[in-house]
């Protein structure tokens, strides 16, 4: 059994910002061992991401993995992640820290940024969190407004 997990993160948002959620597959030799698919609140697409790679870098910690590879489509996160990119948002800039120091329990991290089309099922995974708030939210029932036809004793003064 290889020590490697393999990673797959997404953020989804609808409207950006709006409600958003995460997707989040793990891989241990080829086999899915976790899948996670979380609501996060109201959320822009960007800290969608990196909420998702911390779900899973803390995931990973909680299954004792030493190496990982983290695959995403999200050339921000990737870029921002490697350097390459400055991050100017203060919220980012936080979540970049927590990265960074959940980075610091492995022995070795290689990041990937890979094509939308390999990433569905982390994809779906978000899609998934976000359209099960918006049917819990469509299903949800206004209180009924009750007219009793005459002024209540308060309102005869």
Avoid: W
Wanted: charged share 25%.
């Amino acid at each position: 059994m290889s020590s490697l997990l393999e990673i797959f993160t997404d953020g989804a948002c609808s409207g950006n910002p709006g409600p958003a959620g995460i997707g989040v597959v793990i891989s241990r030799d080829g086999q899915v061992i976790k899948r996670i698919s979380k609501f996060i609140g109201l959320s822009t697409n960007n800290l969608a991401e990196y909420t998702a790679l911390i779900y899973a870098l803390q995931e990973a910690l909680i299954l004792k993995a030493s190496e990982i590879k983290v695959s995403t489509d999200s050339e921000l996160l990737y870029h921002q992640i490697k350097g390459r990119y400055k991050i100017k948002n203060e919220k980012l800039k936080n979540l970049f820290d927590q990265i960074q120091h959940l980075s610091q329990g492995f022995k070795r991290i290689d990041f990937e940024c890979i094509p939308r089309e390999k990433n569905r099922e982390a994809d779906q995974l978000a899609v998934q969190a976000v359209r099960e708030i918006q049917k819990k939210q469509a299903t949800m029932v206004a209180p009924a407004s009750i007219d009793v036809g005459e002024e209540s004793p308060s309102s005869k003064g």
